[in-house]
Structure formats: C-alpha cells, structure tokens
C-alpha cells in the first residue's frame, strides 16, 4: 500500500519560497499512469489543486498558481517537490501530497499523505 509524507518548514517568511517535499513509499513515482499532486487547504475553504508531476516527469500546474509553481522529483530517494515562489500570507494553508490518476477526462486522488501546515508570516 503506497504511503505518502510531507515534509518541509512550518513558517515561511513572505516573499520567500515555500519548499516542500513528499516521500513517497510502497510504490514508485515513476509507476505507469500515475500523477502525483500537490494541494492545499487554506483556513476555512476548501481544498484547492496545486499542480501534479506525471509518472513521465511531466508537469502541469494550476493556471492560478502556475507562475509561482515549480514541482520537481528525484527518482533516486523516490520524492517529488513543490516549490511556491513570492509567497504572502494568502498562502497559508495545511498543503498535502496525493497520488491519483485519469478516468476519462477527470483527475482523481485516490492517495493522500496527513497533510503539512505551512504559515507565511513575518
């Protein structure tokens, strides 16, 4: 059963970049079909997507965010890494990882890790 964790520093100072990286286990990033996503949940809203990294190493991102957005991987430590530049206090949120697929035109997660809270504050 494959397990996800997020990692990464709990306050971010704004106008800085946010870093955080999932680590994945009981399954490789690079398994066929698979998409491996970042989203996050700022206090009282609802979930918003980030943007994903496809088995291929291919990404697609948010059009919202997709400025400021970069997600890496490293297949070696089987990780994949957000990166979220200028942040402001607006980008507080509890940010987690997923893996999901595609069933038709709709991306699903069917994987979530616990989810890490991250805070923009000076």
């Known amino acids: 059963q494959v397990q996800l964790q997020e990692s990464g520093p709990g306050l971010v100072k704004p106008s800085q970049t946010l870093s955080l990286t999932c680590t994945v286990s009981?399954?490789?990033?690079?398994?066929?079909?698979?998409?491996w996503s970042w989203i996050r949940q700022p206090p009282g809203k609802g979930l918003e997507w980030i943007g994903y990294?496809?088995?291929?190493?291919?990404?697609y991102y948010s059009p919202s965010l997709k400025s400021r957005t970069s997600i890496s991987r490293d297949t070696s430590k089987n990780q994949f890494t957000l990166q979220l530049s200028s942040v402001t206090p607006e980008d507080t949120a509890v940010y987690y990882c997923?893996?999901?697929?595609?069933?038709?035109?709709?991306?699903?997660?069917?994987?979530w890790g616990q989810g890490t809270q991250v805070t923009v504050s000076s």
């Open positions: 997923a893996r999901g697929g595609y069933s038709g035109s709709y991306l699903y997660f069917g994987s």
């Open positions: 009981g399954g490789s990033i690079t398994t066929n079909y698979y998409y």
């Open positions: 990294i496809a088995y291929t190493g291919s990404t």
